[in-house]
C-alpha cells in the first residue's frame, strides 16, 4: 500500500512539473533547494514579429542620373493623357480642313456608291489613304504624323474580314 501512495504521489509531482514546464530547482552548495522564482505573467500577449519572407534588397545605388531621374518625372499619366488629348484635336482639325477637298470628297462618294460589302471596304481603304494623306501634307510635327499613321492602320485594320472568304461566297448557287 505504500508503494501505490509513492507511486502516486511520485507520478502527481511529475505532472505539476510537467504542467508548469519547469524542472525542479537544484540544490545549492549547502544542500538546501533554492526556492521557485514568481512566474511573470504579462497581461496582454508581446507583439510578435511576422518572419522575412522576401530578403531585404542589396545596398542602395549610390544616386540615379540626372537624365533618368527627368524621365521619371517628365512622363506621367495626367500628362499622358493631356498628350493624348492634344493629338486627338489636332488630327480632328486637320480631318476638318481636309473634308471638303476635291479628292477626298470624290473617294468618299464613290464609297457611298458601292453596291457590294466587298467593294465598299475596298473604296473605304482608299478614302482613308487619301485622306490620311492630305492631313500629313499640311502637318510638320512628328508626333502628329506618328498619330496619323497609328489611325490610319487602326481605321484600315477595322476593314479587314479574315474569316469572309469572297471567292468562295461566288460559287455557291442557291437551291431553290
Not at 486637320?94 to 453596291?115: F, I, M, S, W
Not at 512628328?142 to 496619323?148: E, F, G, I, R, S
Request: net charge positive; hydrophobic share 40%; glycine share 2%.
Amino acid at each position: 500500500m505504500k508503494l501505490i501512495l509513492a507511486t502516486i504521489a511520485f507520478a502527481l509531482a511529475m505532472s505539476a512539473a510537467a504542467v508548469c514546464g519547469q524542472e525542479p530547482p537544484l540544490p545549492d552548495k549547502n544542500g538546501t533547494p533554492e526556492p521557485n522564482p514568481p512566474a511573470v505573467v504579462s497581461p496582454t500577449p508581446l507583439p510578435v514579429e511576422p518572419p522575412q519572407i522576401v530578403p531585404d534588397p542589396p545596398a542602395a545605388k549610390v544616386a540615379p542620373i540626372l537624365p533618368d531621374l527627368e524621365a521619371s518625372f517628365r512622363q506621367s499619366p495626367l500628362t499622358q493623357a493631356s498628350e493624348e488629348y492634344r493629338l486627338h484635336l489636332e488630327w480632328r482639325q486637320l480631318q476638318n480642313r481636309t473634308a471638303h477637298d476635291p479628292a477626298v470628297e470624290a473617294a468618299r462618294q464613290a464609297a457611298a456608291r458601292a453596291k457590294t460589302d466587298q467593294e465598299k471596304r475596298a473604296r473605304l481603304g482608299d478614302y482613308y489613304k487619301i485622306q490620311c494623306a492630305r492631313m500629313q501634307a499640311l502637318t510638320t510635327a512628328p508626333d502628329v504624323k506618328a498619330y496619323l499613321e497609328a489611325k490610319k492602320a487602326a481605321e484600315l485594320a477595322g476593314l479587314v474580314q479574315p474569316r469572309v472568304h469572297p471567292a468562295q461566297t461566288a460559287k455557291r448557287r442557291v437551291v431553290p
